[in-house]
C-alpha cells in the first residue's frame, strides 16, 4: 500500500516561535502532488499549501514552507512566527499521481497547540 | 463564489436506518470525492466521481455505501442499513477539470451518529 506518515501525534510551540511539522510517503510514481491540509475545532479542512513533485522549489505561502527532499520522500512544513490560530490537527497528503489527479491518501495527523 | 456545500450538517440516525449525505461542488469544478473521517484518525478515501460516472470506488465499503453524482443536482454518498461502525464525519471534495489545479476543496462535512 502507498501511505503517507506523520510520526509526530502532537506538537506544541509557543506563539511567535517556529514549528516543522514531518511527513514521509511512499509512492512508484515520478510525477504527483504533496499536500498539507489544515483541520481546526471547527474540523473544516482547509488547504495551506501544495508542492508539485518535478519542481524542485520549496513551495512558500505566507508564514507556511515546506522541505521537499524528492529522493527521501519526505515532505516537511515548516510554520514561522507561529500565532493562536495555527493551533489545528494538520495533515499531509500525497495525490495518486500519474496521469491521474484522483484520491488523496492522507496521514493521520499532527495535532499542532500554539501557546501564548 | 461558493465553497463546497454539504448537508445536512448532523445526522441522526438509529440501527437499520438509511443515511443520505449531499454534497454540492464549488462552481465549475467537474470531480468530487468523498471521504470518512473516524475519530482520531486521518481522512480515508471512499468514492471519486465526475457527473455520471464513478471514476474510482475503490474506498467503498463492498455492500450498504453508494455514491452518485448525477447530470443535475447534488452528489449523493447513500449508506443503508446504518451500524454503529458508520458514526463518523463524511467529506465531500471537489477539483476543478484535470487540466487545472488538482487540489481538492473540502466541505464543511457531516457528521452521521448512529444510535
Known amino acids: 500500500a502507498q501511505t503517507v506518515t506523520q510520526s509526530q501525534p502532537e506538537m506544541s510551540v509557543q506563539e511567535a516561535e517556529t514549528v516543522t511539522l514531518s511527513c514521509t510517503y511512499d509512492?512508484?510514481?515520478?510525477?504527483?502532488?504533496l499536500f498539507w491540509y489544515k483541520q481546526p475545532p471547527s474540523r473544516q479542512m482547509i488547504l495551506v499549501i501544495r508542492?508539485?513533485?518535478?519542481?524542485?522549489q520549496n513551495a512558500t505561502e505566507n508564514r507556511f514552507s515546506v522541505n521537499f527532499q524528492k529522493a527521501a520522500k519526505s515532505f516537511s512544513l515548516k510554520i514561522s512566527d507561529s500565532q493562536l490560530g495555527d493551533t489545528a490537527m494538520y495533515f499531509c497528503a500525497r495525490n495518486a499521481g500519474g496521469t491521474s489527479y484522483g484520491k488523496l491518501t492522507f496521514g493521520q495527523g499532527t495535532i499542532l497547540t500554539v501557546h501564548p | 463564489n461558493a465553497g463546497v456545500m454539504q448537508n445536512p450538517r448532523h445526522l441522526v440516525r438509529r440501527r437499520g436506518q438509511e443515511a443520505r449525505l449531499r454534497c454540492s461542488p464549488m462552481k465549475g469544478h467537474s470531480h468530487v470525492y468523498w471521504y470518512r473521517q473516524l475519530p482520531e484518525e486521518g481522512l480515508k478515501f471512499m468514492v471519486y466521481?465526475?457527473?455520471?460516472?464513478?471514476?474510482?470506488e475503490s474506498g467503498m465499503p463492498k455492500e450498504r455505501f453508494s455514491a452518485e453524482f448525477p447530470k443535475e443536482g447534488p452528489s449523493i454518498l447513500r449508506i443503508q442499513q446504518v451500524v454503529r461502525g458508520d458514526s463518523a464525519a463524511y467529506f465531500c471534495a471537489s477539483s476543478p477539470p484535470r487540466t487545472s489545479r488538482p487540489e481538492q476543496y473540502f466541505g464543511p462535512g457531516t457528521r452521521l451518529t448512529v444510535t
Open positions: 466521481l465526475q457527473k455520471e460516472n464513478i471514476i474510482d
Open positions: 508542492q508539485e513533485a518535478y519542481k524542485q
Open positions: 509512492t512508484s510514481e515520478s510525477n504527483y502532488y
